[in-house]
């Protein structure tokens, strides 16, 4: 009875040493106060393998596809003038001042459509 308390003892003070010595993970989380901080801090972050994945895909995909199967959207609208609240004066697409730091990120995705 003497060896099974005794066993048990250091037994127990064992486990608890070795959950003692076992270093803490702290995550610690970065203040992000607007969308604004949220955008930067994705820009230029590491690619995933899902994402990379998800490209390889797209790839292949796309090298499958024939001349005669057309993979878009048509839009209707005036083909040579562009909308304009004003008759008087041409539209002209707003620009973001982040535009350029998103375009040169690689993780963005880029929509364009035939003029």
Do not use: W
């Not at 959950?19 to 604004?36: F, G, R």
């Not at 994402?51 to 995909?61: G, I, K, N, T």
């Not at 596809?65 to 562009?82: D, L």
């Amino acid at each position: 009875m003497k060896k099974l308390s005794l066993l048990f003892t250091i037994l127990v003070v064992t486990f608890l040493s070795a959950c003692n010595s076992t270093p803490q993970v702290v995550m610690e989380k970065k203040p992000l106060v607007s969308d604004h901080y949220l955008m930067l801090s994705l820009l230029n972050r590491e690619m995933t393998q899902d994402q990379q994945m998800m490209l390889a895909f797209a790839e292949q995909r796309e090298s499958y596809q024939s001349v005669y199967f057309v993979n878009a959207v048509a839009i209707r609208g005036p083909k040579n003038e562009e909308y304009s609240y004003d008759n008087n004066t041409e539209y002209t697409r707003p620009t973001h001042s982040y535009s350029k730091l998103i375009e040169q990120d690689f993780n963005s995705v880029q929509i364009s459509g035939p003029n």
